[in-house]
């Protein structure tokens, strides 16, 4: 007999963990609501020709091609084929792949409706993205993306509602969070004036790594990208920079202006720009106050060559586990779509990440996992008529019910009502109906009461 199995990378999902994972999807869409975002969808797969060259060569080899319909090969090129040539062939035989991120697709979904919409646009997107990676804990070829964009504006109050709606969705969550906070323009800045803005992504691919590796092998690995000596070490008391957010800021801006009290020195523009970008933040956010702590990192990075303005990201301070939330201010999301140089900013939630979290610190509140919280016992066809209407009342109070589907022995009944973990089961015998009652037995006490029809509505209304 065949072993059933799944493709590897990807889950089930029981229906306990539904609940949980759909009351990690609700307080995110219920958040973005709040602050006028609007929820698109896009197709799960889309032509290669808007996949391909989006993601730099190895994320192309990450997209899951689809074959064309019927014979694929009919169109194929023989002596391809007969070669191997696999990119060429690719070509030829797959037009459509399943998307990657959501970004891509969003893109793409602007540029073909960018006359029906409203700049700023507001958009959210709770769906699947799919990556032929090598799995591994954490990481799956199947995953889910829960991501905000606003589109079409410059203003930093757009970062400024970003970060409160990060902080008030792990709020509600209950997790205890760190929001780090950065500018592409600082990174570019400090690379300016160490002499070695060319080999800006050398350097920021390093210094991102100096929570992982520490800073001997950050300054190794600078040196193996060609850094020369004298400019590693003008980096060391910028990436080491403590302080306040504040007493960095003003340490950033006195390097930017070529302070001769700094070791590295020269002036950068950029670097100033990003500088008064989060000074404009940070402020908003202090006159707002959030629930979680806002820091200035200078070691953060996160995809340096699409982001252009304000990263963010988010680690969870209770477990050991990698960012949950990303993002950042890009300028030229629709370029490759023959629309440039309209910016947005945004931010995604690492639905499965969150999932992890939750688990482990047992926070999902006992409301979320949502079942039955009442099953009627069936004796019979005279009982059924009966205990139905009464089960229409209680479900029209968005009370959920259920009635067992057969007159079975009461012992299956009662066995089924404490595997679902049921909390009440409603008995109507003979002596109920005739008495126009109902007994609700509460199955962690053993507990019963008889109750008439209204009575049982409130009670179970009250639980």
Known sequence: MQKLSIPKGTR???????????????????????????????????????????YGEEGDKLLF??????????????????????????????????????????????AMHRNELTFPFKRFQIQPVWRADRPQKGRYREFFQCDADVIGSNSLLN??????????????????????????????????????????????????????????NVNAELSSKGIPSQAIEQLQPIIMLTGSNREKLATLKQIFTGSPTQSATGHSETGLKGVEELEF???KIDVLGI??????????????????GAIFEV???????????????????????????????????????????????????????????VLFVNFGSK?????????????????????YPEASKMNKQMSYANAKQIPYVAIAGENEINE???????????????????????KIILL
Not at 25 to 45: H, N, R, S, W
Not at 210 to 215: A, F, P, R, V
């Open 383 to 403: 009982e059924e008529d009966y205990i139905l209407p009464i089960i229409r009342k209680l479900r029209e109070q968005g009370i959920r019910s259920e009635i």
């Open 436 to 458: 126009g009652k109902i007994t609700l037995k509460r199955m962690a006490t053993g507990e019963q009461e008889l109750l008439g029809g209204e009575e049982l509505l409130q």
């Open 65 to 110: 091609k689809i074959l064309n319909s019927g014979d694929y090969l009919s169109t194929a090129n023989r002596e391809d084929l007969l070669a191997g040539n696999v990119h060429r062939l690719t070509s030829q035989i797959c037009e459509k792949g399943l998307r990657y991120d959501l970004t891509v697709p969003f893109a793409r979904y602007v």
């Open 291 to 308: 629930n979680n702590a806002l820091e200035l990192d200078l070691t953060l990075a996160r995809g340096l060559n699409y982001y252009t």
């Open 12 to 54: 089930d999902f029981s229906p306990q963990e539904m609940a949980k994972r759909n009351y990690i999807f609700k307080t995110i869409q219920d958040v973005y609501l709040l602050y006028g975002f609007e929820q698109i969808e896009t197709p799960a797969m889309e032509n290669l020709s808007t996949l391909m060259g989006k």
């Open 281 to 283: 933040i940070f402020n």
């Open 159 to 216: 970062e400024v509602e970003l970060i409160q709606m990060m902080d008030e969705v792990f709020r509600r969550f209950g997790i205890r969070v760190s929001i780090r906070m950065n500018n592409r323009k600082i990174l570019s800045g400090i690379a300016e004036i160490i002499g070695e803005q060319e080999k800006i992504t050398d350097i920021t691919v390093a210094i991102d790594k100096l929570d992982k590796i520490g800073l001997e």
């Open 315 to 373: 680690k969870a301070l209770d477990v050991q586990i990698g960012s949950i939330t990303g993002g950042g201010r890009y300028d030229n999301l629709t370029g490759v779509f023959g629309w440039p140089d309209i910016s947005g900013v945004g931010i995604s939630f690492g639905a499965d990440r969150i999932f992890d979290v939750l688990n482990q610190l047992a926070l999902y509140p006992e409301e979320s996992i949502c079942k039955t919280q």
